[in-house]
């Protein structure tokens, strides 16, 4: 079955950054495009970020210039890189994945900004 396992989260403070990982199984990972979501608290999930399986990116307004997606499909794994963070960032971190018409989604991750 698909699986997707988030990992790198944590609290930092702001201007920092992080690396977000999210290895998935049971896909076939090269042909698959692969999302990050976030959701902060009493907020709605929002799409971050997406990398198509021609590693072509896009992102919301709001990250881009400071967070990177990339994959690896030798290692089924896709990152967000995440620099200069600011307190409105923190949410937990969901990996996404579309099959089929079905949505799977990771456990997710928190990340927390704080001084």
């Known amino acids: 079955q698909v699986q997707l396992v988030e990992s790198g989260g944590g609290l930092v403070q702001p201007g920092g950054s992080l690396r977000l990982s999210c290895a998935a199984s049971?896909?076939?990972?090269?042909?698959?495009?692969m999302d990050w979501y976030r959701q902060a608290p009493g907020k709605q999930r929002e799409l971050v970020a997406v990398?198509?399986?021609?590693?072509?990116?896009n992102y919301v307004d709001s990250v881009k210039g400071r967070f990177t997606i990339s994959r690896d499909n030798a290692k089924n794994t896709v990152y967000l890189r995440m620099n200069s963070l600011k307190p409105e960032d923190t949410a937990v971190y969901h990996c996404?994945?579309?099959?089929?018409?079905?949505?799977?989604w990771g456990q997710g991750t928190q990340v927390t900004v704080s001084s």
């Open positions: 049971g896909i076939i990972f090269r042909l698959t495009t």
């Open positions: 990398i198509t399986r021609g590693a072509s990116t």
């Open positions: 996404h994945v579309k099959i089929l018409g079905a949505d799977y």
